[in-house]
């Protein structure tokens, strides 16, 4: 047994994600248990690709969601732009699962922010899905997790809320292990079509090979996902803060 909200309990929760995760593939229907959840990190991968163009001052059109788990972030890009501009909007995808794993995860050390962060993970699937998704699989899934985050978010005990902010967190994070092979692969097949992967894209831009960027890719993704990990169970945070003695007690402190 251990104390609730301590260090241990944190590290427990934590690794029982974890092993969901891992485990859930080899349970029988796991794997399509899972999949609204692959669906999930797609989406993110797909979003950082989009959301990066516009903070490039670029344009954002689409995205599309096939039904092996793949995707594709339809962006315009300014002929006058710099080489920078296309390596950093390539960048942007598969660092955005790491940034989602991290922010959840960090957001599950605060009681205050559980619902209000599954609330805003639901909200910002829905808007999404009616301005950018163009694609069956995208509009038949990411609806059902909005409205199974939303349901969390509104109904479920504190516990489940938590747990759900910290699977999300762990699944968006280890996302990064799935697409290992694709980061070491400079063209890809992606809805039947021969495209260059995001280190490829990356590579043709920037001249250094794409395994370089990959390299460079997931020791960023470490680092962050350490970074919040570190955070999350961190000690000290996680220790109550000491009562608050009345403002008429003397108190004396002896060397």
């Known amino acids: 047994m251990v104390a609730p909200g301590s260090q241990a309990e944190q590290v427990g929760r934590l690794l029982l994600a974890g092993?969901?995760?891992v485990a859930l593939p080899s349970l029988p229907f796991g794997n399509y248990l899972l999949y609204p959840f692959v669906i999930l990190t797609t989406w993110f991968h797909e979003m950082g690709h989009g959301l990066t163009a516009l903070l490039m001052g670029q344009h954002f059109q689409q995205l599309m969601i096939y039904p092996s788990g793949s995707g594709v972030a339809v962006n315009a890009i300014d002929r006058d732009a710099s080489a920078f501009v296309p390596a950093a909007i390539a960048?942007?995808?598969p660092l955005a699962p790491t940034v989602?794993?991290?922010?959840?995860?960090m957001a599950s050390a605060h009681r205050k922010l559980w619902r209000p962060t599954l609330w805003?993970?639901?909200a910002?699937?829905?808007?999404?899905?009616?301005?950018?998704?163009?694609?069956?699989?995208?509009?038949?899934?990411?609806?059902?997790?909005?409205a199974?985050?939303?349901?969390?978010?509104?109904k479920a005990p504190d516990g489940l809320a938590r747990f759900m902010l910290q699977f999300l967190g762990v699944i968006a994070a280890m996302s990064m292990i799935a697409?290992?092979?694709?980061?070491?692969?400079?063209?890809?097949?992606?809805?039947?079509?021969?495209i260059r992967s995001d280190t490829g894209q990356m590579e043709e831009a920037l001249m250094l090979p794409h395994w370089v960027w990959a390299i460079l890719l997931l020791m960023v993704s470490a680092?962050?996902?350490?970074?919040?990990?570190?955070?999350?169970?961190n000690e000290d945070r996680l220790r109550p803060p000491p009562p608050k003695r009345p403002a008429n007690v003397l108190q004396f402190k002896r060397d």
């Open 19 to 21: 092993i969901i995760v």
């Open 91 to 93: 960048a942007g995808g």
């Open 100 to 105: 989602a794993g991290a922010g959840l995860i």
């Open 120 to 122: 805003g993970v639901a």
């Open 124 to 146: 910002a699937i829905l808007i999404s899905v009616i301005i950018y998704v163009r694609s069956p699989v995208g509009f038949a899934v990411l609806p059902l997790v909005a």
């Open 148 to 154: 199974t985050l939303a349901v969390v978010a509104w």
């Open 179 to 194: 697409d290992f092979n694709y980061l070491f692969t400079e063209i890809a097949v992606i809805g039947g079509e021969e």
């Open 223 to 233: 680092v962050m996902i350490g970074a919040s990990l570190k955070y999350a169970l």
